[in-house]
């Protein structure tokens, strides 16, 4: 069942928690809603599964208004991130609720109930937990658990909220592969919100990126990485290496591609990719723009070249994969991330000047007064 | 030097003394006067203890207590649970006002309780001239006594709900109701089993109270013999009348109440205790089975966090 979502507000006294959200979740397909803390994520899936009510706006199912439908009638299946089991019941009584609580003339025969739970705890590899209570169960055990009890009522819509927010990293990771097997295999349309960058880009079909009530990008994993519609969803989705118009101008020395700098002058808010390889983004006179480079699109050079940026190496630090050298360009920091096998050849040490060639740059032009991209750039 | 066993502790002179003290104190002030309730009953024998709560008067106060709490029981259970799930669930205004109203009946004196009764049903009172014509007696009567006797309990159940159902959340309910169950279906299946130990500790304290009250049932019965006198009132009236057998062995049958209210608050605190105890185990940290892939998890995006 497809979800629209039209024009929806929500206030909490003087606090805007949504503001005219308008989005279309197709039928069967896997959905993040992806931002900070108190971007109206969670209230927003909240009002999609009729627990919170908007202030404004409509909620669509599969073309029918559902604005104003009881959670009961609405048929979605809710998952919570502390599981919400019932801690009274065993597994089995947990996964049965639905079914139990029908009435009586829908109610399945207590045989059928049987089966269908039964079914439903082999489908999240739990049927041997049955007789269990939740509280004897680990917490991604109770989160699959939770899961199979929401599918037990043959919801039209699954939302789940931060499903994964109280495990921990490996279970976390395990878990979500797993989701995504599952919605493979139960094709059902679902709805998860998230914090966790890395787990939107790699279990959901589309990522719904938000940021103070407001959606900032809708895309798929890939088109809101390699491709951020805004300084936000740049520095929510990873690290990013952020250059102030006065560094523009150092970036402009060196690399002179002039057009390419006109047009991300030009190009409002809204941004615009300064092409070709070695971008140097002249501000000109507009000198309230702000250059993106990611970590992993810089390389280190040890000869000058043609739009390189000299730098000192300050600190080299081995994290897992890859390898994380912190340089100094005059007074700013700029973070690089080098493969360990290009760390290997280079060889860099402390203290060392090399030259710093960007393999993409990605210029906002700052609209005047714009504090929320000058504030807490990290560079 | 002897080693202390522990920095923290105090010497064992000190603790010693200190629990001998308390000790003395709970003899001095609990047991002892305890032991002269049963003392003194039994002063005459045990053929005259019974003959004393054989008596019709004492046998009328017994059943008249029975009956009050009965009355009072169940309308507290649905008034206590219904204020605590409203206050502990759901953010309105003037939540802090109910909340202080719901604590009044412990902050007022209970004879100013009974006093607000009668000026309010009493023959001078609010509704006196209209309940009068109709026939309808509260005060100097069963409802009058059920009336205070609510009134000084319903903090019981209340307070002894609100954090509990405060700590539970409205999540489990919330998934209740998103399964497809009713309000009635998510109260009996999902609520009132979550705070089912703390619902029968607040009855059973409530209930003590109800069947021990004295001055707020005092202002209100009018000590009617065999008709508006609780046990509490019997023992009164008996001891000002220097019957000390018949108002000991009263006395007594209350101090028998008081100890088996006890015995089962402990049970239900113990009960409570091991529930809570599971409810905030630590999770082991047990993985989920691996996939049938095998791979063990590497960062899939090269995406380095930063806070």
Same mark, same amino acid.
């Given at each position: ?28 397909? $896997? ?301 700013? $920091? ?46 | ?53 054989? #008596? ?46 719901? #604590? ?30 109709? #026939? ?54 999902? /609520? ?37 006198? /609780? ?64 791979? /063990? ?11």
């Amino acid at each position: 069942m497809s979800i629209e979502i039209r024009d929806i507000g929500k206030r909490f006294g003087d606090f805007v928690a949504l503001d005219g959200i308008n989005l279309t979740i197709p039928t069967g397909e $896997l959905v993040a809603l992806l931002g900070p803390s108190g971007c109206g994520k969670t209230t927003l899936l909240r009002i999609i599964a009729g627990m919170e009510s908007a202030d404004t706006g409509q909620v669509l199912f599969a073309g029918e208004e559902a604005t104003h439908l009881h959670v009961r009638e609405r048929q979605v299946g809710f998952v919570f991130q502390h599981y919400a089991l019932f801690r009274h019941m065993t597994v089995f009584e947990n996964v049965a609720f639905g079914l139990r609580v029908k009435p009586r003339r829908e109610r399945p025969a207590e045989a059928e109930i049987r089966r269908r739970v039964m079914e439903l705890l082999g489908l999240v590899q739990l049927d041997w937990l049955a007789d269990r209570y939740p509280t004897q169960l680990s917490g991604g055990q109770r989160q699959r658990i939770a899961l199979a009890r929401a599918l037990a009522v043959e919801p039209k819509v699954l939302l789940l909220d931060e499903p994964f927010g109280a495990l921990d990293t490996q279970v976390r990771k395990e878990l979500r592969r797993w989701l995504r097997r599952l919605h493979d295999e139960v094709h059902i349309s679902s709805v998860f919100v998230t914090h966790d960058q890395e787990e939107a880009l790699e279990v959901a079909d589309r990522v719904v990126v938000m940021n103070r009530g407001r959606i900032e990008q809708i895309g798929t994993p890939d088109e809101v990485y390699s491709n951020p519609a805004s300084p936000f969803v740049y520095r929510f989705l990873g690290d990013v290496n952020v250059f102030h118009s006065r560094l523009q101008g150092v970036w402009a020395e060196i690399g002179r591609p002039p057009s390419g700098g006109a047009a991300a002058a030009s190009a409002g808010s809204g941004g615009a990719a300064a092409e070709g390889g070695i971008a140097a983004p002249v501000a000109t006179d507009d000198d309230a723009a702000l250059a993106f480079v990611r970590p992993h699109d810089i390389d280190i050079v040890r000869a000058p070249q043609a739009g390189a940026l000299q730098a000192t190496i300050q600190d080299v630090h081995a994290i897992g994969p890859s390898v994380r050298v912190e340089l100094a360009h005059e007074s700013e $920091l700029i973070e690089v991330e080098l493969t360990r096998e290009r760390a290997e050849i280079l060889a860099l040490r402390k203290g060392e000047q090399v030259w710093l060639s960007p393999r993409q740059v990605r210029v906002f032009a700052v609209p005047s007064g714009g504090e929320e991209f000058v504030s807490g750039s990290g560079i | 030097m002897k080693p202390r066993h522990s920095a923290l502790a105090e010497p064992p002179i000190v603790r010693i003394a200190l629990t001998t003290l308390a000790l003395l104190f709970l003899a001095f002030f609990l047991g002892l006067p305890l032991l002269s309730v049963f003392a003194e009953a039994f002063a005459a024998g045990v053929p005259a203890y019974l003959r004393a709560l054989a #008596d019709p008067e004492a046998r009328s106060a017994v059943i008249l207590t029975v009956i009050v709490a009965l009355g009072v029981l169940p309308l507290n259970i649905v008034f206590g649970v219904a204020a605590a799930w409203v206050i502990a669930k759901f953010e309105f205004r003037g939540k802090a006002a109910l909340i202080t109203l719901i #604590d009044l009946p412990f902050a007022v004196s209970p004879v100013v309780a009974g006093l607000v009764f009668v000026l309010i049903f009493g023959a001078q009172g609010l509704f006196g001239p209209w309940l009068m014509a109709h #026939d309808i007696k509260i005060i100097f009567a069963l409802p009058g006594i059920v009336l205070a006797t609510l009134f000084v309990t319903f903090p019981f159940i209340a307070r002894e709900l609100i954090p509990l159902m405060q700590a539970q959340g409205r999540e489990e309910e919330e998934a209740a109701i998103s399964l497809g169950a009713s309000g009635w279906q998510m109260l009996w299946r999902v /609520t009132l089993p979550n705070i089912k130990w703390g619902l029968l500790y607040g009855v059973i304290l409530a209930n003590a109270r109800a069947m021990g009250e004295f001055g707020a049932v005092s202002v209100v019965s009018g000590h009617i013999r065999g008709e508006t006198n /609780t046990l509490p009132l019997h023992v009164e009236i008996l001891y000002n009348e220097y019957n000390q057998v018949g108002a000991f062995a009263a006395a007594s049958v209350l101090a028998m109440l008081a100890l088996v209210t006890l015995l089962a608050k402990t049970a239900v605190e113990w009960r409570m205790r091991r529930e809570t105890a599971m409810l905030s185990a630590e999770l082991s940290p047990e993985r989920v089975p691996a996939p049938a892939s095998g791979r /063990t998890a590497g960062a899939t995006h090269p995406s380095a966090e930063r806070p």
